[in-house]
């Protein structure tokens, strides 16, 4: 069965609104505003962690049936860790707190009275975002029509409606870049990326779209996997307009304000300049919808896979329990939430890179049954070892000869790990078929 032009669209604007969440309004117009006049070439490294590596997350999770048989390319017991540290860090632990906190923290609470009970109101806030969350997650086959057709087209529709305020009524000016961004841009664009958490996401969604797209009436795998490409690419190319548009507004905004404590305050200088307090109300419009649906799929994703993992709770059960954790966890506060989630990422981030270029190479490279546990091992442990260093734990002698990996300083070593992690696993395949190949003369 083919999929007609209005449901691909759906399907389409389902996948952006499971990434936009977050940390995709928070970074770009944070990035713009440090970034300013190399804002072009921060923001183009950006978009690949950001963008293009989500995108291609989403289908090589579709092509496998899921993270879980993905990761079994490495081991079996490093497939169910892997995939459970991967689905609490995106969802209860971190990701889906985050989503509501946010929302709050920089387009509501900002506008309250000054002697409001922050934290009351955080509770109220927090426990009808979760129970309207929740009770979309309930029912994912609706999904399609709920986010699709009417949360992301809102969301849209406010997004452009600000920035074109902004291109023709704010004010601007283009500031000299800060010092991370003046030394390396692209460097620097890069690693912002991972703060979106898009391509741990994308673990996560990929199954959730392909899921979708069955359920749709599309049966065969190439239907589906090539379903799967369009949608990525048609979400890929709106999250990069978003971002650009963003960013740009963060970079004409540089020399105007000051430099920001995070993203959320630049957009909240920028509303505020343009309407005045009643701005309040698009900027908690947009926050919100950007948050809840990347909630909504985040619960919906991890329901799925805890409930096929375990039968002695449902997918409903499963919703409930990870809307409630997150409520639990989103009322510690949003500096505490982003405090932990910098050191997870910096050590899970590359790991699923690396795992989502392996997958994508997975018809080169499965004669050599070295190069994944290879790979993602050395790739784990050099990652770990980054983020004890950053945390100031002392690392002895093991810490200096990180500090000889090119890139290491900038957070980058792992790349040459993975090089050379590879061309290990091809010569480890070498000598076991030249021994086989012995051992096989030897017999006869």
Excluded: H
Excluded at 1 to 8: I, T, V
Excluded at 109 to 120: E, F, G, T
């Amino acid at each position: 069965m083919k999929l007609g032009k209005r449901k691909m669209l759906l399907v389409s604007f389902m996948l952006f609104s499971l990434f936009f969440g977050a940390g995709n309004l928070i970074f770009p117009p944070f990035l713009g505003q440090n970034a300013g006049e190399q804002m072009p070439f921060a923001i183009a490294s950006f978009l690949i962690t950001a963008v293009i590596l989500p995108v291609l997350g989403v289908i090589v999770v579709a092509q496998f049936d899921g993270l879980d048989k993905l990761a079994k390319k490495v081991d079996a017991r490093f497939a169910i860790v892997f995939t459970v540290l991967i689905y609490v860090s995106i969802g209860p632990g971190l990701g889906i707190p985050r989503a509501a906190s946010v929302p709050f923290e920089m387009a509501v609470a900002p506008y309250l009275p000054a002697a409001a009970p922050l934290k009351i109101y955080m509770v109220l806030y927090s426990m009808v975002f979760f129970l309207l969350a929740g009770w979309l997650a309930l029912t994912p086959n609706k999904l399609v029509e709920r986010i699709g057709k009417f949360l992301t087209p809102s969301l849209l529709t406010l997004l452009v409606f600000l920035f074109l305020n902004f291109v023709f009524r704010g004010d601007a000016n283009i500031a000299a870049a800060q010092t991370a961004y003046a030394e390396a841009p692209v460097v620097k664009g890069f690693l912002e990326g991972y703060q979106t958490m898009d391509t741990i996401a994308a673990l996560n969604f990929g199954l959730v779209i392909a899921t979708t797209i069955r359920s749709l009436g599309v049966e065969r795998k190439k239907g589906v996997i090539r379903y799967t490409v369009y949608a990525g690419v048609f979400a890929g190319a709106i999250l990069s307009t978003v971002y650009l548009m963003l960013a740009y507004m963060g970079m004409k905004s540089s020399g105007v304000y000051e430099i920001q404590e995070n993203g959320a305050w630049t957009l909240r200088c920028i509303v505020k300049q343009l309407f005045g307090d009643t701005g309040a109300i698009l900027l908690a419009a947009i926050f919100t919808l950007a948050c809840l649906t990347t909630c909504v799929g985040l619960i919906t994703s991890i329901s799925q896979f805890f409930s096929k993992l375990t039968t002695k709770l449902s997918y409903k059960q499963w919703v409930y329990l990870i809307a409630g954790f997150s409520f639990l966890v989103c009322n510690q506060g949003l500096t505490t939430i982003l405090g932990i989630s910098v050191p997870i990422l910096n050590a899970i981030y590359p790991m699923s890179i690396v795992l989502i270029v392996l997958g994508l190479c997975d018809s080169w490279i499965r004669g050599n049954r070295y190069i994944y546990p290879c790979t993602i091992g050395a790739v784990g442990c050099i990652s770990i070892l980054f983020v004890l260093d950053t945390s100031k734990v002392s690392l002895g002698v093991i810490g200096e000869l990180c500090d000889q990996l090119p890139l290491y300083s900038m957070g980058l070593g792992w790349v040459a790990v993975a090089i050379a992690a590879v061309l290990v696993s091809g010569v480890l395949e070498m000598l076991t078929r030249l021994v086989k190949g012995n051992a096989g003369e030897l017999a006869e």
